[in-house]
Each structure stands twice: as C-alpha cells, then as structure tokens.
C-alpha cells in the first residue's frame, strides 16, 4: 500500500507561480511512475504530466513549456513546478502513482489562479 500526501496548492494571480511536492509513503519502493492530474469543477479529471523512475518525462500540451515535473527518488516526492500560472490552470491538483497494476492517488490540493 502505498500513501500519497499533495501540498503547495493556494491562490496566485495569473502569471504567477507555485510548486506542488507529493510525498509518497508505505510500499513506495514499488513505484515505477508518479504524475499529477487536476479536476476543474464540472469537468473530468485530467492527465497533466508523468515522470517516470528512469526520469523520462511527459506533459500535457496545454501546460508543457510552463510546468515541469521532478522527483526525488531518495525523498519518494515528486513536484510539479507550474509557472506562469493561467485562470484556466484553476483545479483540483492530484498526486498518482503506478506500479505495475496498482494505482494510488493523494487527497488532492486546490489550486486557484486569479485574473
């Protein structure tokens, strides 16, 4: 079993920046792949970047050159840094991790942009 903790959500103006880190316990060794995902409200959740164990990374078109995911290995988190921030980046932001089968997720972390 594995638990995933999000923070670094909040309210920024457009423009702005955050980073969101996920801290990733229990049978974490076991972890292949780590990616975020962020729900609006009245829309389905969806992909925005994953990193895998050997570091290869992918992203969303909608947020590539303006996000980008990391992860610490030895810390089991990975982060999403998101920089100039646009109202429509405004979501619930959630934590995933993979490993073969399995999947978990983190509680989510909210993420406002104003413009």
């Known amino acids: 079993q594995v638990q995933l903790v999000e923070s670094g959500g909040g309210l920024v103006q457009a423009g702005g920046a955050l980073r969101l880190s996920c801290a990733a316990s229990?049978?974490?060794?076991?972890?292949?792949?780590m990616g975020w995902y962020r729900q609006a409200p009245g829309k389905q959740r969806e992909w925005i970047a994953h990193?895998?164990?050997?570091?290869?990374?992918n992203y969303r078109g909608s947020v590539a050159g303006r996000f980008t995911i990391s992860r610490d290995n030895a810390k089991n988190t990975v982060y999403l840094q998101m920089n100039s921030l646009k109202p429509e980046d405004t979501a619930v932001y959630y934590c995933?991790?993979?490993?073969?089968?399995?999947?978990?997720w983190g509680q989510g972390t909210q993420v406002t942009v104003s413009s």
């Open positions: 995933n991790a993979a490993a073969g089968r399995d999947t978990w």
């Open positions: 229990g049978s974490s060794l076991s972890i292949s792949i």
């Open positions: 990193i895998t164990s050997g570091a290869n990374r």
